[in-house]
């Protein structure tokens, strides 16, 4: 095992390296113009400016604190309203039709509303993200609550037990694989609209100065926020799948 994880550390730090050289032969080849499309060498040193000196390192901060605040929100609504819903098959058949309703809605779609009603706000950047986010672990946790083996509520009701002890005991370790893959899936959701919503309010943030830099030819600052903006959705995404794999520990132990 873990020979295996290092052969894909191996892999991963090969492909980004082959990137990288294919990133600098097309600059030094000037296939693109430098103005539009910078080197390797000029976004790192955009990069290690920003971060260290630079206004970079607060903008870092207010984006990932957006989308954290966006996807905690959207975690706990979610799953909160997924089990109750989930553990009922009459409330699954009665909301089900308002979910599909809303669910095909995209998120940008809620920015003129939110606009509306909260103005260009930190609090409508909150919302936006939270809507968009929210998607992904409500129906998660639905289908893993009504996925559930029917059997298994037949067992609890001879055993006695309350409608908390089989949600707690049976329906949600049932649940948990796909809950857990959809707050992923939600992260990266919660990153993408913490910049669009930065960009459309002119909130402080890489989204902000991404397009700052876009307007201004600055191409690498833009290029050294998109590095960013990567590696938080890597650090995010490897840190969720690490406690993914703690939580579910007792599946590889019952297989």
Not at 74 to 93: E, M, P, Q
Request: aromatic share 8%; hydrophobic share 60%.
């Amino acid at each position: 095992m873990k020979h295996f994880s290092l052969r894909k550390l191996f892999l991963g730090c090969g492909a980004l390296a082959l990137f990288i050289l294919a990133w600098k032969l097309v600059t030094d080849a000037k296939l693109v113009s430098p103005i539009f499309f910078p080197g390797p060498e000029r976004t790192y040193a955009a990069l290690v400016k920003g971060l260290s000196g630079g206004a970079m390192l607060s903008q870092t901060l207010e984006t990932v604190q957006r989308m954290l605040l966006g996807w905690l929100l959207a975690s706990f609504v979610g799953v909160f309203l997924g089990v109750l819903i989930g553990v009922s098959r009459r409330a699954r058949a009665f909301i089900a039709p308002m979910l599909e309703l809303l669910r095909p809605l995209p998120a940008s779609a809620m920015i003129p509303i939110a606009i509306a009603f909260l103005g260009f706000s930190d609090n409508m950047v909150l919302v936006v993200i939270a809507f968009g986010a929210l998607w992904p672990m409500l129906l998660a946790t639905i289908h893993g609550f009504a996925a559930m083996e029917p059997r298994l509520y037949e067992v609890s009701a001879l055993l006695g037990l309350s409608r908390a002890q089989v949600i707690w005991k049976l329906a949600l370790p049932s649940a948990m694989p796909m809950i857990l893959a959809s707050l992923r899936l939600g992260l990266t959701i919660s990153l993408i609209l913490a910049v669009v919503g930065e960009m459309l309010a002119s909130r402080q943030g890489l989204g902000q100065s991404i397009l700052a830099a876009s307007r201004s030819f600055r191409s690498p600052d833009l290029f050294a926020g998109i590095v960013i903006l990567g590696a938080i959705g890597l650090v995010g995404s490897r840190l969720l799948s690490f406690a993914e794999r703690r939580l579910l520990r007792w599946q590889a132990v019952s297989r």
